[in-house]
């Protein structure tokens, strides 16, 4: 419960960072790095985020929808055109502060969202093989933050489950209830483990929001702000998780992937101005659960594919400002089951890799921790 | 927990101030079975199909007008969300939840209408799109009630064939490229076609389910067989005009030659001869039956009502009641309330933020008034679902609402249930004694601290509140 409260800032007169335990790995004041994991639930088309423009077979197959990239921040030699909704994104990569691989896929190959997001999230092989998330294990490693893990959700994700209590945030359009009624509640749980555990975290991450007059916000930005000053707090989260969803688009792909991006863009440009000064310590990874088909299906929008795009991000990124792909080609035999971009780069050796260079971790011991179902993977170099 | 607060809460929907301790449980649950009502009574004064179809052409008429007269006027922003129509649109919806929501409230068959609720978040449709706001609730009341005690293949027929669903998966606009219409529209170098989602859906989400053996080729061939399945009026451009003239009243199920994908289908290595519309009812007939349809509905209906890992032996007595039945749901309902199992006294399930506010309302006598503004309280009543984080359908996702304790039990989603507390136990009349309530629902299963935090509240109101988010209400 201490170890809460100090994490949530609640109550200044408690300990502060400098108390916290010494850290038994390398790297100067290792509870100043941040990181975080954006999951872009429903299958996002990384060709029409990231569009290999200099690939004829992309034009030939994408026919109109190739031509809504037009404008965007061009990238990896002329290769790739960033979609022109993500102009934030397309300065940070300008600015060398943001990367991208493409044609990346975790270890699913089936077309299921539901057991895709499972293994990205799980880091199993199999869906529903794993009970507990890579980013759950990844705090298992860093032993300072164990407490000081958030997910912007009304409950943990997949991802951030493990032994470690997770905190969970989502703005409420709902009056806070009074205080005299928590303390109440308080006393009703006292003797329920998992209840009183829930509550616990609850009202201290209220606490916060309240200290940081956000309560109440809605909104691609205004979650963003939220999430960047969370972080951005001397005693505040530094593993968190936030969750965009509506990437399935089966139909009218066009105008809905405009607006989602713009979207996306908003978050990651107010997480970044929320985070301020820390954002040069700060790691995000996006990544979504497979791509989507290469052709444009029946009704202007593509079906569930395979390869798919990552993105990452940060003040201080290392080997940033480039597009990493091995990249496999569209053309129709070069495809998977003839129709998916051929997923070349294991997302779990991303993942892997790019974390331990963040928090200055052994790549191949943090590799086997974080994926310990595929003892194979080895950390991604470019 | 009692034999009684099993029956009361794990199978049915929380007890009610005046219920009486259960001599009988299993009789109780059983005799509901006859007793169930199919239709509701406040479902006639519902708008119809062709109505709401109507209505959304002419919000989407007033959207377009309202656009081009921003664009006039050089404003940048379009509030289209409070055009009347927007508004009266979205009252459709709400109104088929205030049904939904009153019915279970005052339901004396709450385990049927458990079932109800489950069975129409297996076959979930997601109010995300612009015209399955209106039509969600239809499906529910027209395709699940009826079929909720008949056998799954007529279910999974009636929903495949409704409106709501062909939307929500893409049907209505998916084309058979060699069908005469596909031809026709290639010919003017058309790119629109065959959309796979009700196909792949139907085999990973309705019947065999996800790893269960079907491939990428067996979708397809779904898909290509569903081509023509479609509804009067719906969707965009040519494909709405031919509906349109092919068919009857707006938004009903319809068969369109013109559309379908001719030729011979091959599904889990059967053939399947080109015969119209009854093609797809023999393919759904055989996915209804297959083994693998059973275990996973099985494993379904035994995680909802047992435990979020459900024990593999009484799922496997499940599926082979439902093979031997042919799929007689009622069967299957009979061998769950039977089973030992069901009856073991652990709260194993977390309440869903519908479960609890259901139970909150029935705990309560009723859903309060909102007298203040009578005309909100439909839009009141759903907004309370959305706030704690269950949006009555809208899961936003085929796969429908997660049906175990992880996905529910957060530390975000707790809050929020003791804020909508407090504002429901405002309602309370000073008259109402909580300790009372509390021992009369909840007998000798009252956990001590629950009996003292509730008679230590400042007033009736609070104590309710307090009851309303004890533990006893958390789980069932």
Do not use: C
Not at chain 2, 50 to 76: E, P, V
């Amino acid at each position: 419960m201490l170890d809460r409260r100090r994490f949530l800032g609640a109550a200044g007169a408690l300990a502060t960072t400098a108390l916290l335990p010494r850290i038994a790995y390398a790297g100067p004041a290792a509870t100043e790095q941040r990181f975080v994991f954006i999951i872009q639930r429903g299958a996002a088309d990384g060709l029409h985020i990231l569009a290999p423009t200099g690939d004829p077979a992309f034009l030939k197959q994408r026919g109109v929808m190739a031509d809504t990239v037009l404008g965007g921040e061009v990238l990896g030699e002329s290769f790739f055109t960033l979609h022109p909704s993500l102009k934030r994104v397309g300065l940070l990569a300008k600015q060398k502060q943001a990367r991208f691989v493409h044609a990346s896929a975790s270890a699913y190959r089936d077309r299921s969202h539901f057991d895709g997001q499972n293994v990205l999230e799980s880091g199993g092989r199999q869906p529903y093989t794993e009970k507990t998330g890579w980013v759950g294990r990844l705090l298992m490693q860093l032993p300072a933050m164990q407490d000081r893990a958030m997910a912007i959700a009304p409950s943990v994700p997949m991802a951030m489950r493990g032994s470690t209590q997770v905190a969970t945030y989502a703005p409420s359009a709902l009056s806070d209830a009074s205080d005299d009624i928590m303390t109440r509640v308080s006393a009703l749980y006292a003797d329920d483990a998992q209840l009183a555990s829930l509550w616990d975290s609850a009202r201290a991450t209220h606490e916060l929001a309240d200290n940081l007059d956000l309560d109440g916000h809605r909104g691609a930005a205004a979650i963003g702000m939220l999430a960047g000053q969370m972080l951005a707090q001397p005693d505040g989260a530094r593993i968190m998780m936030m969750e965009s969803d509506g990437w399935d688009m089966h139909s009218s792909q066009a105008p809905r992937m405009a607006m989602q991006l713009k979207n996306l863009d908003a978050m990651i440009a107010s997480l970044a101005d929320g985070l301020g000064a820390a954002w040069t310590k700060t790691l995000v990874i996006v990544a979504s659960e497979f791509g989507r088909t290469v052709a444009i299906n029946g009704t202007a929008g593509t079906d569930h594919g395979t390869g798919g795009l990552m993105m990452l991000m940060g003040g201080a990124l290392d080997g940033a400002g480039q597009v990493d792909a091995d990249w496999p080609g569209l053309n129709p035999a070069a495809l998977l089951d003839g129709r998916d971009l051929r997923p070349t780069i294991a997302a779990e050796a991303v993942i892997g890799a790019s974390l331990a260079a963040h928090f200055s971790l052994d790549p191949e011991r943090l590799m086997a921790r974080l994926y310990p179902s595929q003892p194979g993977l080895k950390p991604f170099r470019a | 927990m009692r034999k009684t607060d099993i029956a009361w809460s794990r199978f049915g929907l929380g007890p009610r101030p005046g219920d009486e301790p259960l001599t009988d449980p299993i009789g109780w649950l059983r005799d509901q079975m006859d007793d169930y009502r199919p239709d509701l009574a406040s479902t006639g004064a519902l708008a119809s199909r062709a109505r709401i179809n109507a209505d959304f052409y002419a919000l989407r008429t007033a959207r377009k007008q309202a656009m081009q007269a921003a664009s006039m006027a050089g404003d940048a922003k379009v509030k289209v969300a409070q055009l009347p129509q927007s508004r009266q649109f979205r009252g459709h919806y709400e109104a088929q939840a205030a049904v939904r929501i009153r019915a279970a409230v005052a339901s004396e068959t709450p385990f049927v209408d458990r079932l109800v609720h489950f069975w129409s978040n297996h076959f979930a449709v997601s109010i995300d799109k612009p015209l399955v706001l209106g039509l969600a609730g239809l499906m529910e009341f027209e395709a699940i009630r009826p079929h909720v005690l008949g056998r799954f293949e007529d279910m999974l027929l009636a929903v495949v064939q409704h409106p709501a669903m062909l939307l929500y998966l893409d049907q209505v606009q998916s084309i058979g490229p060699k069908s005469q219409f596909g031809q026709k529209i290639a010919a003017r170098g058309r790119n629109q076609g065959l959309n796979e989602n009700l196909g792949r859906e139907i085999l990973e989400l309705h019947t065999l389910g996800a790893r269960s053996g079907y491939s990428q080729s067996d979708v397809t061939e779904l898909a290509r067989a569903l081509t023509g399945w479609t509804a009067v009026g719906l969707g965009n451009g040519p494909v709405q005009r031919l509906t349109t003239r092919l068919g009857g009243e707006p938004g009903d199920f319809l068969f369109a030659p013109p559309l379908h994908e001719p030729g011979k289908r091959t599904i889990l290595d059967r053939t399947y001869p080109q015969a119209g519309m009854q093609q797809v009812r023999a393919i759904l007939t055989d996915l209804a039956r297959h083994p693998a349809t059973a275990r996973h509905l099985a494993t379904k209906i035994a995680r909802h009502f047992i435990a979020d890992e459900p024990p593999a032996p009484l799922v496997a007595r499940l599926e082979t009641v439902y093979l031997e039945k042919g799929g007689d749901l009622r069967a299957v309902y009979a061998a769950l309330i039977t089973a030992p199992e069901a009856w073991a006294n652990t709260e194993s399930k977390f309440r869903t933020p519908w479960d609890w506010l259901i139970g909150a309302f029935r705990l309560q006598g009723g859903v309060p008034e909102m007298p203040d503004n009578p005309d909100q309280a439909d839009h009141q009543l759903a907004g309370l679902f959305a706030q704690l984080g269950q949006p009555i359908w809208q899961p936003g996702s085929p796969a429908g609402f997660a049906d175990s304790a992880g996905d529910w039990a957060g530390p975000e989603a707790l809050f929020r249930r003791v804020e909508v507390a407090q504002r429901l136990a405002r309602h309370t009349s000073p008259a109402t004694d909580p300790r009372e309530v509390a021992g009369r629902v909840f007998g000798e299963a009252l956990r001590p601290a629950t009996a003292q935090v509730v008679a230590r509240a400042e007033s009736p109101q609070q104590g309710m509140a307090l009851l309303l988010v004890a533990p006893e209400m958390m789980r069932r």
